[in-house]
């Protein structure tokens, strides 16, 4: 079964810095793009930034300069590093992949359990 296992997220003050973690596992042939969403109280889930399998990446105009999304193809996993945290970028982070099956090799969309993020004084 595939799974995306996140970990990282917490309470920090205006300023701070955090890194978020999301491994893939399970049986499967390969990741395409992966990404970071996060849905705040009463809001619709957005697109935080999203890291391609050639390792193009794209922001949202929010976090663009504070937030940097890398991967690591050897370990299935994407890392999302947030410095400069800001009061409004509290919210539940997902992390989302790509994922193509062994038998057909047909991508299917994934995501994590969530991680709570609170940047608070």
């Known amino acids: 079964q595939v799974q995306l296992v996140e970990s990282g997220g917490g309470l920090v003050q205006p300023g701070g810095s955090l890194r978020l973690s999301c491994a893939g596992s399970?049986?499967?042939?390969?990741?395409?793009?992966m990404g970071w969403y996060r849905q705040a109280p009463e809001k619709q889930r957005e697109l935080v930034a999203v890291?391609?399998?050639?390792?193009?990446?794209n922001y949202a105009d929010s976090v663009k300069g504070r937030f940097t999304i890398s991967r690591d193809s050897a370990k299935n996993t994407v890392y999302l590093q947030m410095d400069g945290l800001k009061p409004e970028d509290t919210a539940v982070y997902y992390c989302?992949?790509?994922?193509?099956?062994?038998?057909?090799?047909?991508?299917?969309?994934?995501w994590g359990q969530g991680t709570q993020v609170t940047v608070s004084s």
């Open positions: 399970g049986t499967f042939f390969s990741i395409d793009a």
């Open positions: 890291i391609t399998g050639g390792g193009k990446t």
């Open positions: 989302n992949a790509d994922i193509r099956d062994i038998f057909y090799f047909n991508a299917y969309t994934y």
